[in-house]
């Protein structure tokens, strides 16, 4: 058993399918001010915690490592990004507020599974104020949004720098 790190060579970076935002800029920037007007009143570890999960959701790459840079970079800590992915088994890692959150997001992301449940929404209607309640729901459909843009023109992740992009 070898205890010096091995070098992975990966695969030649390809580019994405489409540079949408310059072929589309109008949309790209009403997309950049929907999301800061959706931030706006929400914590920022939170707020990041619910873009990296519909990110991983919607497997999209590049938002997942954009998301996850950002949430380091606004402190959040490696452990609770890496045990998101897991947070049923891993509740104590989070606030009932951080759940209802998570909770709400994954509801609100996976429409395939109907609407939202009542159970989840009240849950949620619990832990946050009317206004910031309907700043979260909109953050989520916002990340939503963004990530197919992300999934759909293969946006490449590895590349992105914390604030780049605001």
């Known amino acids: 058993m070898s205890?010096?790190?091995?070098?992975v060579e990966y695969a030649p970076e390809q580019p994405s399918r489409l540079a949408w935002a310059e072929h589309a800029p109008e949309v790209y920037k009403a997309m950049i001010r929907l999301d800061a007007a959706a931030a706006k009143g929400l914590d920022p570890k939170l707020y990041e915690l619910v873009k990296i999960r519909a990110s991983q959701l919607n497997h999209c790459a590049f938002c997942l490592d954009m998301h996850?840079?950002?949430?380091?970079?606004a402190g959040e800590?490696?452990?609770r990004i890496v045990q998101l992915g897991a947070w049923e088994e891993s509740r104590h890692f989070y606030t009932d507020k951080e759940l209802a959150a998570i909770e709400l997001t994954e509801a609100i992301t996976v429409l395939t599974d109907g609407f939202v449940p009542?159970?989840?929404?009240?849950?949620?209607?619990?832990?946050?104020?009317?206004?910031?309640?309907?700043?979260?729901?909109?953050?989520?459909t916002v990340i939503n949004a963004w990530n197919r843009f992300g999934v759909s023109t293969r946006m490449v992740p590895g590349h992105y720098q914390p604030g780049q992009y605001r």
Request: hydrophobic share 45%; glycine share 0%; aromatic share 6%.
């Open 68 to 73: 996850t840079k950002d949430a380091l970079a």
């Open 3 to 7: 205890t010096a790190q091995e070098t």
């Open 77 to 79: 800590s490696v452990e």
């Open 118 to 140: 009542d159970e989840v929404y009240e849950k949620a209607a619990k832990r946050f104020e009317e206004a910031e309640l309907a700043q979260l729901i909109a953050a989520i």
